[in-house]
Each structure stands twice: as C-alpha cells, then as structure tokens.
C-alpha cells in the first residue's frame, strides 16, 4: 500500500468506520443519481455481485453453485 495512505491497520480502520457510517452507500448513491441525470445510467439493465458473504462462526455453508463445471 502506498505509504501517503498511511499504516495497513489505519486504512483498514477508516474503511471498516466508513462503512459502518454508511459513507460509501451515500458515495455510491450520489454517484448513480449524477450518472443517472446525465444518462450515463440507466434501470434497464441491472447486476448484482454478491462475491462477499459473510457468515456466523459454526453456520455451515451450502456447497451450491449457479453453474457446473465438468472434469475434464
């Protein structure tokens, strides 16, 4: 990490507070609004990532996946 950025732990910690305080959903919403003003943006196509879930300790985690691969 870049060193202007600070220590890895001070980084770490104003992202998670970020988050906490929901600076980045209000980033987020105010860059969609002005892309959707200057239509840059548009509701007709639509994708959700959900690449992080997180999960209690012990909870037990589905082996389902949305596709299959072949061995090859």
Same mark, same amino acid.
């Given at each position: #990490?870049?060193?202007?950025?600070? &220590?890895?732990?001070?980084? @770490?910690?104003?992202?998670?507070? @970020?988050?906490?305080?929901?600076? @980045?959903?209000?980033?987020?919403?105010?860059?969609?609004? &002005?892309?959707?003003? *200057?239509?840059?943006?548009? #509701? *007709?196509?639509?994708?959700? *990532?959900?690449?992080?879930?997180?999960?209690?300790?012990?909870?037990?985690?589905?082996?389902?996946?949305?596709?299959?691969?072949?061995?090859?």
């Amino acid at each position: #990490m870049p060193e202007r950025y600070g &220590s890895y732990a001070t980084a @770490w910690r104003r992202l998670k507070r @970020w988050s906490e305080e929901g600076i @980045w959903a209000k980033i987020l919403e105010s860059l969609r609004d &002005s892309a959707y003003q *200057d239509d840059k943006f548009s #509701m *007709d196509i639509v994708c959700v *990532d959900s690449t992080f879930v997180e999960t209690k300790k012990g909870e037990k985690i589905p082996h389902i996946t949305a596709t299959k691969r072949r061995k090859v």
